[in-house]
């Protein structure tokens, strides 16, 4: 046989199967061999032995962190801006302003002025040290004992009773407004810590912490709460009123002076306790401690809502622009005349029914305004946001469209019976006249007089009036609204009364004191017209009539005095609205549900309430003795008035001779010179009779 080919020397004369006889199989290679291909000894398969590059782990690692640093950097940065943190948050406040500059009401945080703790007194910052972060001037944002202690603690007690933050971890807190307590939130608050210990010094953390910390009753700021719970600036604080104030950090709302103040005390006790263990005082002067007393008594907070300021509030904000800190706006309203709008509601004597007042000056600045009987117990304003109908009141634009069509106060309309398509309406009395004059018509308030009148001049030109004279709800385009069937708000209505004392038209209700930089576009929209000539003097007839002689001259003053009352259907609504002596005031009543009220008219209650008003905003008196109210009113009735109640003004004039003789309300007589005597040169106007019933002449 052929020897093999490839055999070793050694093996010369044997198989291959004989080398390989006793030895285990050789380890597979992972290549096919061939009989042709040259082939390696043969050797065993054992491990190999290498030496660890500890060096390429570690720098691994540190790449890891590093990646992880960068991405927590960026996460930061996108859901918590560093630089936020940097600056001193605190909620946004609004504070309306009188017209004399005098604060009326706020809305949002009482916020302090910054402080500055290196100017503080020593015992003052000392007291929130103490409590709050005793080693905040060794540790780099984080206080690691202070977590093991808090940590201890907790779980000796079983529950969570003690936090271990520091200062300025509670500023980074609090910079971010927001109290969950997510691993997440911790982590960013840790990093925001650090972020601002590197960037601001310790007497500025303080500063920051200072001025934005809450210490209860809506106060931020350590100058706020100075000032409201003792009346006094930081820098004169005594040791237990600064230890007072640095115990509500932990519990404001809950250990607030104002209601809590046996905790407040308590809590004092503790941080004086803690001044002393930490060195900041002697025991000696931790002794002598007595418990702070307050002084909040002293000072008149502001209301955070009433109806005017829920009012003029956005446009107040919109004028302010963003509104990052505390800021003030200054307001239309005249706190005397608010007043006087107030004491004339009470003394309304209402029981169930609700009542508005709107008073203005002829450019449209409210001065006065009450929305209801009881902001507390009601905040909706009837006053602007109440919708009701006007009554007879709109018949202010159906004369003003007849007047606009060529008629005077002396031409003649027919007061007898009419029907329009299927309406027919009816004067409230059953009594009819005949011919009578527009003077005469506006002053009864009759209406078919008006029926006839928009029959005539047409629906379009009354609507077209209205919208003149700034009427901007929907009207409907029937005759029925010559009676006042369309609803509108008492605002709306008392401006629209406003542009006959205003000479102008539209009269615009404004809350803030008007802006003289106007863009273009609102300069062009804004345009009022000029309300001169005939037709006002025609206008100022009628509304004469109506408030000296027709059904509103229970609001007649001594001084030249125009209005119109209205009344609607069933007694549902009264109103009256009328100027003098440059000052418009609407007055509306009613109930809340627009069920009816019996006996109720505008030339009533809401006629005498806008004299007593009057009177008051304007030092004058009634032009006559008070007459006894025409209106009988259900005692029963839930909504009835309560006669025991009322308290208007009884007092009266008695005219002749060109003097006065006034009799006061507590019997006291005063003789002044007529304001009108037989001397007057007005001509008198025959048909300026009253009639018979005037308060129940309209619907």
Known sequence: ?????????????????????????????????????????????????QRRNYWRWIMRGLGVLILLFVLAVGWLAITAPLSQSLKPLTPPSITLLADDGSPIARRGAIIGPPVDAAKLPKNVTNAFLAIEDRRFRSHW?????????????????????????????????????DSDRTAARKVREVMIAFWLEAWLSKDEILSRYLSNVYFGDNVYGLSAAAKHYFNRDPNELSIG?????????KAPSKLAPTVNLKGARDRQKL???????????????????????????????????????????????DRAGEIVTETTVKTTLDRRLQQAAE??????????????????????????????????????????????????????????????????????????????????PKNSDGRYLGEITLRQAFARSSNVAAARLIQKVGVANVIKAARDLGITTPIPNEATIALGTSSM???????????????????????????????????????????????????????????????GRQAALSVDTYGKTGTTQDNRDALFLGFAGGLVTGVW??????????????????????????????????????????????????????????????????QGLGLNLHIGRDGSIEINRSNRDDSDPRPRRDDRAPPRDPEDEEQ
């Open 343 to 424: 004491r004339s509601i009470k003394r309304a004597g209402l029981r169930q029914a609700q009542i508005a007042l709107i008073a203005m000056r002829p450019d449209g600045r409210v001065v006065a305004m009450v929305g209801g009987k009881s902001y507390r117990d009601s905040p909706f304003n009837r006053a602007t946001q109440a919708r009701r109908q006007p009554g007879s009141a709109f018949k202010l634009f159906v004369y003003l469209a007849a007047l606009r069509s060529g008629m005077t106060p002396d031409s003649m309309v027919d007061d007898s019976p009419i029907t329009i398509a299927d309406w027919s």
């Open 241 to 249: 009123q600064a230890a007072m104030l640095a115990g509500l950090v």
């Open 589 to 654: 009543v009613g109930n809340d549900d627009n069920t009816p009220n019996p006996g109720l008219s505008g030339g009533g209650i809401p006629a005498r309430v806008w004299r007593d008003f009057m009177q008051q905003a304007l030092g004058v008196g009634p032009a006559h003795a008070a007459e006894p109210a025409a209106e009988e009113i259900d005692p029963d009735a839930e909504n009835a008035i309560d006669p025991d109640a009322v308290s208007l003004p009884l007092e009266g004039e008695l």
């Open 141 to 177: 944002g984080i206080d690691p004992k202070g977590i093991i202690r808090a940590f201890v603690h907790n779980m000796s007690r079983g529950r969570v009773r003690e936090g271990g933050s520091t200062i300025t971890q509670q500023l980074a807190k609090n910079a971010f407004l």
């Open 489 to 551: 708000s008492l605002l709306e209505l008392t401006s629209a009364y406003a542009a006959f004392a205003a000479e102008s038209y539209p009269v615009a209700a404004r809350g803030l004191e008007e802006v003289h930089d106007q863009s273009w576009y609102a300069s062009l929209t804004t345009r009022s017209r000029p309300l001169t000539g005939r037709i006002r003097d025609d206008m100022l007839d009628l509304l004469s009539a109506s408030a000296e002689s027709g059904t």
């Open 1 to 49: 046989m052929r020897p093999y080919p490839f055999e070793p020397a050694s093996s010369q004369g044997r198989s291959p199967l004989d080398l390989t006889e006793g030895l285990p199989p050789p380890a597979y290679s992972g290549r096919f061999d061939y009989p042709d291909a040259p082939q390696q000894p043969y050797t065993t398969n054992l491990p190999v032995v």
């Open 271 to 317: 941080v004086v306790g803690a001044m002393a263990a930490a060195g900041f005082i002697d025991k000696a002067t931790a002794e002598d401690v007595r418990p702070a007393r307050l002084a909040v008594d002293r000072i008149r907070p502001l209301p955070d809502g009433t109806y005017f300021a829920d009012w003029v509030l956005p446009e107040a904000r």
